[in-house]
């Protein structure tokens, strides 16, 4: 669906993007995730046709956008970050105006029109002013907007920034009911989105392709180090004690959790042995004849992948010594 | 030009809808009231006067009061159209709409032509009324307004081009006057001796004549092709200024 290569962007000596290839299947839904200013945004608008790229290729369902970027632009619902609206118009005016720019069929406006403000539900405040909606009200009124030409398509920016939970979480399982029909390409920095929603993530990071592939390969990937986490009523010194026969753990650290003789104990063991490490764990505590209330593997969390792959020591020469991008298998 | 047309719509609504297209018309006919009282008065006093026109010949150009609301006015009703779009951040659902730039480009530049034709409808009234008292030559009347719509044709396509380029309307607005009154200044260099070896062509720009000349009923088409060509120079100006942003 979305086929990008060697895309960069340059504003006088700054490159916003660089060199950046990615594609993106049909019925797919990838997160584009970064830190602010990691190029995030530039690229989707260069996908949109709202900026040039000073270098590279963007096919869009195999039409080259800069010979053909209306029909580029035909198929593709998109929301800016931040969603800017005419706050003078009413909800419905508005996407009607839209379908008629998009070239939607006059005989279709209205239908798609209630199509959209269905889905977006935003049906309640179709009459509503623009201007007079709450923040969340307003996102959806954006996302209305892609969905009103009923597109291959969407890319939205940013379409959970400002909301509260509840919008969130209606925001999320709207995207997730639309996966069925249309692909998607999102872009946000709130990592746990991109576990709940997105089928793959794209990592960018000042402008480059830091990492791409499914979240629960990102996680595991590289981690050299597991944890796991264990909780038991005894005495800590015991506890110890009992864990120090296992060879397979590197490290060991227990404190007490609180009152009434409950310690809690962070494990680490190596990737590599950590399918049978539970088993061992368990069988050294209760010989031990110590009773476990809780024994649990801590996946590594996106998080940590994500900062371990943007944030940067402050080097001098930081361009020349960057790691070598990593890519795990689509 | 479907969408120039869905364009221009709404950029009509938008500014039917404002504040500011109630304050601009009320001014407005403030302004044209007092003026067309004027020049009635000074007409109905000097039997002279009459003799040579009505107080429609002098009302459309015939006086300084005519010109300097209109470089006031002119800008007022371009500044939004694109800066504000610009600013507010509607512009890249817009531009990543469907539609080429060039359309919207007209689309914006049909409805600025609205806003200035909305101001004169009212001003018919006044026609009307000096046809009750004496005589009203229908044909002086049509090249007046004729000419009326040649420099909206041109200060529409001016103010355009300054809201493409500035950032925000206020900017615009300002640029707007700035190019207008330069050019309405260069048109009274007429008036000065010195200047008198360019009069051709300081009368060919100046704003005066043109206006001197269609209140007489007199359509000179050397005004019509210069408030066209005027026209498309700075309406092309605002394309281009628009179209460029996508390399910044």
């Known amino acids: 669906m979305i086929e990008v290569q060697h895309l960069t962007k340059r504003y006088g000596d700054r490159t916003a993007v660089s060199d950046l290839s990615f594609s993106v299947a049909r019925g797919e839904v ?3 995730l970064g830190p602010n200013g990691a190029g995030k945004s530039t690229t989707l608008r260069m996908l949109t046709g709202f900026l040039e790229p000073s270098e590279g290729e963007v096919h869009i369902a195999g039409i080259d956008a800069r010979k053909q970027p209306l029909q580029v632009k035909k198929s593709i619902g998109y929301m800016p970050e931040a969603v800017p609206l005419y706050g003078e118009m009413r909800v419905v005016e508005y996407l009607r105006y839209r379908a008629e720019l ?59 920034a400002g909301l509260d939970p509840n ?38 990071d000042r402008g480059r392709l830091v990492s791409s592939g499914r979240p629960e390969e990102l996680r595991s990937a590289g981690e050299g ?36 003789g409950i310690v809690r104990a962070r494990l680490e063991v190596d990737a590599a042995s950590l399918d049978s490490a539970a088993e061992s764990v368990f069988r050294a505590v209760a010989n031990a004849g110590i009773d476990l209330r809780e024994l649990r593997r ?7 992948v994500f900062a371990r792959l943007t944030t940067h020591e402050n080097k001098s020469h930081d361009d020349e010594q960057a790691p070598a991008p990593k890519e795990s298998a689509p | 030009m479907r969408a120039a047309y869905s364009i221009a719509k709404r950029e009509v609504f938008s500014y039917f809808v404002s504040p500011i297209a109630y304050v601009v018309t009320l001014v407005w006919l403030l302004w044209c009231g007092l003026q067309y009282y004027l020049m009635a008065g000074l007409y109905a006093g000097s039997p002279n006067l009459s003799a040579g026109g009505s107080p429609l010949t002098a009302f459309f150009g015939g006086s300084v009061l005519f010109f300097i609301p209109l ?36 689309g914006k530049y049909a409805a600025a032509m609205v806003f200035w034709i909305s101001l004169w409808i009212p001003t018919v009234l006044y026609v009307w009324l000096t046809s009750q008292f004496g005589s009203v030559d229908a044909g002086t009347v049509f090249a007046s307004y004729l000419g009326v719509f040649g420099i909206g044709l041109y200060y529409m396509a001016i103010g355009l081009a300054m809201s493409a380029l500035a950032k ?3 900017v615009a607005a300002l640029l707007t006057f700035m190019v207008l009154s330069g050019l309405f200044a260069i048109g009274l260099l007429s008036f000065i001796e010195a200047f008198a070896a360019h009069r051709d062509l300081i009368d060919y720009i100046s704003l005066w004549g043109h206006m ?27 394309f281009r200024a628009l179209d460029g942003r996508r390399w910044q």
Not at chain 1, 167 to 179: N, T
Not at chain 1, 298 to 304: G, H, Q, R, T, V
């Open chain 1, 167 to 204: 919008q969130i979480r209606q925001v999320r399982d709207l995207i997730r009911g639309l996966s069925s029909e249309k692909t998607v390409l999102l872009s946000t920095h709130i990592l746990p989105e991109v576990e709940a929603i997105c089928g793959r993530v794209i990592i960018l």
């Open chain 1, 225 to 260: 180090v597991r944890v796991l986490q264990l909780e038991a009523r005894a005495d800590g010194e015991r506890l110890k004690a009992a864990l120090a026969t296992l060879s397979i753990l590197r490290s060991t650290s227990v404190e007490p959790l609180g009152a009434a």
């Open chain 2, 168 to 170: 925000n309307q206020i």
């Open chain 2, 212 to 238: 001197q000349a269609f209140s007489k009923g007199i359509v000179d088409s050397r005004f019509v092709v210069f408030d066209i060509s005027v026209a498309g120079l700075f309406v092309y100006l605002a």
């Open chain 1, 298 to 304: 801590e996946d590594a969390s996106l998080e940590d």
């Open chain 1, 30 to 32: 990838v997160g584009f």
């Open chain 2, 71 to 106: 470089l006031v006015f002119a800008p007022v009703l371009t500044m939004r159209l694109l800066a504000e779009e610009r600013h507010t951040g509607t512009l890249e659902p817009l531009l990543t709409a469907p539609v080429t730039r060039l359309s919207v480009v007209l």
């Open chain 1, 102 to 160: 998009k070239g939607v069929p006059r005989k279709d406006i209205a239908r798609n029109v209630d199509k959209a403000l269905e889905l977006a539900s935003v049906a309640d405040v179709k009459t509503r002013i623009i201007g007079q909606l709450s923040k969340g009200y307003r996102q959806r009124v954006g996302i209305a907007d892609a969905l009103v030409s009923d597109p291959p398509l969407l890319i939205l920016d940013e379409p959970t």
